[in-house]
């Protein structure tokens, strides 16, 4: 398997603009997880899903971000508008189960940069 | 609310001699605990996890963590350490209430001198 995939790598983009990031998780994967990275506040987690539904979305910073997953192999995080305190690294995650019994894969990440 | 504090945001160390990237909890049960690494512009991977049963958990690339209650502690641990090891570590709780989830530390960044 190719691992979780996501696109862009890296996005350049002005206040303002709408941003969406993209992942694929792993095949067969019923949870996908999307964390943020920033240097001021570590890695936190965004929203998951099972199964193609929204289970937690009590990370998400306010109304500019929403996610979606319309099938099992395909999620997106986008961002409306766009500011300059959303530059991160967002990462997405998949497993099989939850933690507790199972790996979470982590993809490459997006690095967001708003001007 | 359960949540873990990594003391030390950077730990150096000479190439060959002992890791030890300190991870304290807080929570009133017994809690699951991870250790992830993350190598310069890639995602997390998990080094090790404990859950139940021994104390003492080995991970891959040679490192370890003990659970310790009575410190509620998870230090993470290697007995020499490689060049390769260079990366940010951090420590995770999956809080009680809702085991699908992680909330992470804050991150130790490992250098490796030669």
């Known amino acids: 398997d190719a691992g979780v995939i996501q696109s862009p790598r890296h996005e350049v983009t002005e206040m303002g603009q709408e941003v969406t990031l993209r992942c694929k998780p792993i095949s067969g994967h019923d949870y996908l997880f999307w964390y943020r990275q920033t240097m001021m506040r570590g890695l936190e987690l965004l929203i998951y899903?099972?199964?193609?539904?929204?289970?937690?979305d009590s990370g998400m910073p306010e109304d500019r971000f929403s996610a979606k997953m319309p099938n099992a192999s395909f999620s997106t995080l986008k961002i409306q508008p766009s500011e300059p305190r959303d530059s991160a690294v967002y990462f997405c995650a998949s497993s099989l189960a939850g933690p507790i019994t199972d790996t979470q894969y982590f993809g490459p990440g997006t690095r967001l940069t708003v001007l | 609310a359960q949540s873990v504090t990594q003391l030390g945001s950077h730990v150096s160390v000479s190439e060959g001699a002992l890791v030890l990237l300190r991870c304290n909890y807080s929570s009133s049960v017994p809690p699951y605990l991870f250790w992830y690494v993350q190598y310069p512009n890639q995602g997390l991977q998990l080094l090790l996890k404990y859950t139940t049963g021994a104390t003492l958990v080995k991970g891959i690339n040679g490192f370890e963590a003990e659970f310790k209650k009575s410190e509620t502690s998870f230090h993470l641990t290697k007995p020499s350490a490689h060049m390769s090891d260079a990366a940010e570590y951090f420590c995770?709780?999956?809080?009680?209430?809702?085991?699908?989830?992680?909330?992470f530390g804050t991150g130790t960044r490992l250098q490796v001198f030669p």
């Open positions: 899903f099972n199964n193609n539904v929204p289970i937690d």
């Open positions: 995770a709780v999956s809080p009680q209430g809702n085991t699908d989830k992680l909330i």
